[in-house]
């Protein structure tokens, strides 16, 4: 997910760095302590259960998303994953 924008401070314990994320219109607030380093904004995060555990360029984000999208197609066409909506 996209960093939108971040709130609170690095090594506050009272007011920890959250970050407010986007993707495909879904926003929601995140942690950030367990991140490999603090994203920027603009930047992109990799999140399990509420925390952001990695974080990637802008680069690195689309060419991740592109490959998963790709996957995602792939598993569709052999019948493995539900088709869009009818």
Do not use: C, W
Not at 23 to 32: F, H, S, T, V
Not at 35 to 54: C, L, M, N, Q, T
């Amino acid at each position: 997910m996209q960093v939108v924008e971040l709130k609170g401070k690095e090594d506050d314990f009272l007011d920890p760095l959250v970050a407010l994320v986007n993707a495909d219109g879904i926003q929601k607030e995140i942690r950030l302590e367990m991140a490999d380093r603090p994203p920027k904004i603009g930047e992109y995060v990799i999140i399990h259960a509420g925390f952001a555990i990695h974080t990637l360029t802008e680069e690195d984000a689309k060419i991740n998303l592109d490959l998963m999208r790709q996957m995602a197609e792939g598993l569709e066409k052999e019948g493995r994953l539900p088709g869009p909506a009818s």
